[in-house]
């Protein structure tokens, strides 16, 4: 049974949280199924706490490939905006 966008988003928050281990705002910032809709791809935005909209250079962003059918992290990498 294949997992839906919010389900492979709430994967990718969960496994940054548990591989990085630090404190920080994270929100939804992209959503894509590739061509062949075998996996997510799936964009978090990553800010310290006390982040403020007008902040955006202090916000990172990392991509998250996510197979759609075992909701198994595949990569996570830095994407550059």
């Known amino acids: 049974m294949s ?4 389900e492979a988003a709430e994967v990718a928050a969960n496994y940054y949280k548990s591989v990085t281990q630090i404190p920080g705002n994270l ?3 992209e959503i894509e199924k590739d061509n062949a809709e075998t996996v997510w791809l799936i964009t978090l935005g990553i800010s310290e706490p006390n982040f403020s909209i007008n902040m955006t250079k202090n916000k990172e962003y990392k991509l998250f490939k996510i197979d759609i059918n075992s909701s ?3 990569s996570m990498k830095i994407r550059k905006v």
């Open 3 to 6: 997992i839906s966008a919010p």
């Open 27 to 29: 929100s939804v910032e």
């Open 72 to 74: 198994e992290v595949l």
